[in-house]
Every structure is written in structure tokens, then in C-alpha cells.
């Protein structure tokens, strides 16, 4: 391939991998939100963030389903690739790209152990609920028995 096609292909490479970058900035802030929500209980949000983020992850799958030719063109020509002067910034925005994806990772995680906090916390709620109201069925039976001698009375009088 001729240095000048290849840098072509370097040109459009580079602009893929900084709409992917766009991409995740977006997606990263996102699991920020979502982490926080789930961490402070407040869920309601928590619905339109995933419509968002499934937006968002469409158009990344997008950019990279574009990019994957141009990046298979770019390794078979890889010798003569990292001769090149731009190699260096590619390797800068895939670092870029790596630390962003291991930030909504780490994210993701975080929410999914705070969103399981909640369902456990909820799960003891309603099981203290539970047996607060066999309890107090229990207290009430002992504080105020039926009135059988009532309904004896009711029935021949």
C-alpha cells in the first residue's frame, strides 16, 4: 500500500477512534449517574439513563462496525505503519479509549453491587414487615380476644 493511501486510512482511522472517545465521554457520564442513583437509592431516574445509554452504545457499535475494515487494512500494512509519524497519536487515543472503558467498568460495578445492596435491603424491609405484622396479629389475639359470649348473645336475643 502507498504511504499516501495509508495515511488516508490513518486519517479516517484516527477520526473513528475520536468519535468513539465522543462516544464513551457520553456513556462514561452515564454510568456516573447511574452509579450515584444506585448509591443513594434513588431509581427512578434509572430507567431513562439505560434508554440513553442504549443509544449511546447503538452509535459506538455503529462507529466501530464502520472502523472495522479500516482497521484490518491498518494491520496488514503494520510495518509500515508504525513508521509512521501518526502511529504515535493512534496509540494516544487507544490509551484514551482503553482508560475510558475501564473507568465505565468500574462504574458498571459499582452499581451493580449498589443496586443489589438496595434489592437485599428491600428484601429485609419486607421480611421485618412481615413479621412485624405476624407480630403484632399475634399481640392483637392476646390484647383483645374475640368476643365469643357477644355473638351468642346476638344470636338468641
Not at 477520526?15 to 472517545?21: L, Q
Not at 496509540?91 to 443496586?115: F, M, N, P, R, Y
Amino acid at each position: 500500500m502507498t504511504e499516501d493511501a495509508l495515511l488516508a486510512l490513518v486519517a479516517q482511522y484516527r477520526a473513528g477512534i475520536e468519535a468513539e472517545i465522543a462516544l464513551l465521554h457520553q456513556l462514561g457520564g452515564i454510568a456516573r449517574r447511574q452509579h450515584a442513583l444506585a448509591e443513594s437509592k434513588a431509581l427512578d431516574e434509572i430507567p431513562d439513563l439505560v434508554d440513553r445509554r442504549n443509544r449511546v452504545m447503538a452509535s459506538l457499535v455503529a462507529v466501530e462496525h464502520e472502523m472495522k475494515p479500516v482497521r484490518g487494512a491498518l494491520v496488514a500494512d503494520r510495518d509500515a505503519l508504525v513508521r509512521l509519524p501518526a502511529y504515535d497519536g493512534l496509540a494516544t487515543l487507544h490509551q484514551e479509549a482503553s482508560s475510558l472503558v475501564t473507568g465505565i467498568l468500574s462504574a458498571d460495578k459499582g452499581s451493580l453491587s449498589a443496586l443489589r445492596d438496595a434489592e437485599e435491603a428491600r428484601r429485609f424491609a419486607s421480611r421485618a414487615i412481615e413479621q412485624g405484622e405476624s407480630t403484632l396479629a399475634a399481640y392483637r389475639r392476646v390484647v383483645a380476644p374475640p368476643l365469643e359470649g357477644a355473638t351468642l348473645v346476638n344470636r338468641k336475643g
